[in-house]
């Protein structure tokens, strides 16, 4: 649950969807961590994964999009809703008050307004290049941050479990789906995208095993170019191939490790 940074939620209650919203967990990938970006509402003070309500005039899918397009300033972002959340505690968290958010927001809504009814979020998770984002925070929120996802801060509702829940659902279409092209630059090394997959997947693996399975696929190819790392040591940079790319994302590859 999330406060949408349309203040027609507040004035209009009835242009979005009562008591269902999405919860898009973004993840982005740097020095070697996988990391997840948080806002952290003036009102509830405590952590949350970005989210929002949804507008009867749009799909969930444009939801999680917008959702997703507001925080990061990025459009056509990989996308993939992986499971429902609610139970009827599940709004009850010390501090979500009428009395709190007109403090934040200046706007005042009786005890028995829905927002603090049961309340069910679709979990969506987003994959995005870190270096493109410039997390930006929404108007009622006092913070917007990567974080990484072995060191998480104090989360509201069960925020925790989301995140933990699109983890699992993100290394299983890892081992089918070409997915890592979302987290890496353009062009990389075998090096870095072997890191990706052991950091995402949370286990070692067999670095001339994973090569020749990456390779054979045909979604991997090997440039002309290298990157200088060292005085004797100048790898080949690899980048994905769109076409074969986005036929793996419709049919799957085999990529389990």
């Known amino acids: ?7 027609t939620l507040f004035l209009h209650g009835d242009a979005y969807l009562r008591n269902v919203g999405v919860d898009n967990v973004i993840f982005g990938y740097h020095d070697k961590e996988l990391k997840v970006l948080l806002q952290r509402p003036f009102v509830l003070e405590k952590w949350t994964v970005t989210g929002g ?14 959702i997703a397009f507001s925080r990061t300033g990025l459009k056509n ?8 959340f609610g139970t009827p505690t599940r709004a009850v968290d010390k501090g979500f008050t009428p009395e709190r958010i007109k403090e934040a927001t200046g706007f005042e809504l009786p005890a028995n307004h829905w927002i603090f009814d049961y309340f069910v979020a679709l979990g ?10 410039t997390p930006t925070k929404g108007a009622y929120d006092a913070d917007c941050a990567w974080w990484p996802v072995s060191e998480l801060p104090s989360l509201l509702f069960d925020h925790r479990q989301i995140i933990l829940a699109a983890l699992e659902a993100l290394r299983l279409h890892m081992a089918h789906f070409p997915i890592g092209y979302e987290l890496l630059e353009e062009k990389f090394t075998l090096p870095e995208i072997h890191s990706l997959y052991e950091t995402i997947l949370g286990r070692s693996l067999d670095d001339r095993n994973f ?3 990456l390779i054979a696929t045909g979604i991997v190819i090997k440039t002309k170019e290298t990157r200088r790392i060292g005085a004797h040591r100048s790898p080949f940079l690899y980048r994905f191939d769109t076409v074969k790319y986005q036929q793996g994302l419709k049919t799957g590859v085999e990529l389990v490790f």
């Open 53 to 66: 309500y949804i507008r009867k005039t749009e799909t969930i899918d444009e939801a999680a999009a917008h």
């Open 1 to 7: 649950m999330n406060f949408s940074d349309d203040q």
């Open 211 to 213: 090569a020749k399975k």
């Open 77 to 84: 972002l990989f996308l993939q809703q992986f499971r429902a």
């Open 124 to 133: 969506f998770y987003t994959l995005t290049e870190f270096s493109k984002v």
